[in-house]
């Protein structure tokens, strides 16, 4: 069926409005399986400044060094990072994403951080899976103290 508007044919317009819906519906979706399935290479994470400031350009600050339990860890929100303690003065640092299915990760617990989408579990020391359904281990991030403080570098 053809229409007009004032002698003009609007058919062709209609259809490729509605074309390019479709093509951006269906990249849409492809986008959102994309991410289904889990990669054996590790996910990199770049950080920056994530909301603090520093002049110095030392990362983004997670706290005091005295404040990390050793043989443990704490969660910083800032850095979207774990910043955890092995061994006394020892510092690591782990992205808080989860490698399983990317899920944003919050909870440590002794020696271990726990992803609360899937139940996955790593090793507050050194990153490994401790516990499936992940298989790939956490992304490692510079952790550096300056007088007393911890910074996230990325």
């Given at each position: 069926?053809?229409?007009?508007?004032?002698?003009?044919?609007?058919?062709?317009?209609?259809?490729?409005?509605?074309?390019?819906?479709?093509?951006?519906?269906?990249?849409?979706?492809?986008?959102?399986?994309?991410?289904?399935?889990?990669?054996?290479?590790?996910?990199?994470?770049?950080?920056?400044?994530?909301?603090?400031?520093?002049?110095?350009?030392?990362?983004?600050?997670?706290?005091?060094?005295?404040?990390?339990?050793?043989?443990?860890?704490?969660?910083?929100?800032?850095?979207?990072?774990?910043?955890?303690?092995p061994?006394?003065?020892?510092?690591?640092?782990?992205?808080?994403?989860?490698?399983?299915?990317?899920?944003?990760?919050?909870r440590?617990?002794?020696?271990?951080?726990?992803?609360?989408?899937?139940?996955?579990?790593?090793?507050?020391?050194?990153?490994?899976?401790?516990?499936?359904?992940?298989?790939?281990?956490?992304?490692?991030?510079k952790?550096?103290?300056?007088?007393?403080?911890?910074?996230?570098?990325?």
């Amino acid at each position: 069926m053809d229409e007009t508007i004032a002698g003009r044919d609007t058919s062709t317009s209609r259809r490729a409005v509605l074309g390019g819906a479709a093509v951006l519906g269906a990249g849409a979706v492809l986008a959102a399986c994309g991410g289904s399935s889990e990669s054996s290479t590790p996910p990199t994470k770049a950080m920056g400044n994530g909301g603090g400031s520093m002049s110095s350009g030392a990362g983004t600050p997670v706290g005091k060094a005295a404040d990390v339990p050793v043989g443990s860890g704490i969660y910083s929100d800032a850095a979207k990072a774990f910043v955890t303690q092995p061994t006394g003065g020892d510092f690591k640092g782990f992205d808080a994403i989860c490698t399983h299915k990317q899920c944003p990760m919050t909870r440590i617990e002794g020696d271990t951080i726990t992803c609360q989408c899937h139940g996955s579990q790593f090793s507050a020391i050194d990153g490994s899976v401790k516990h499936g359904p992940a298989t790939t281990p956490l992304t490692a991030v510079k952790v550096v103290e300056k007088n007393g403080n911890l910074f996230v570098q990325g």
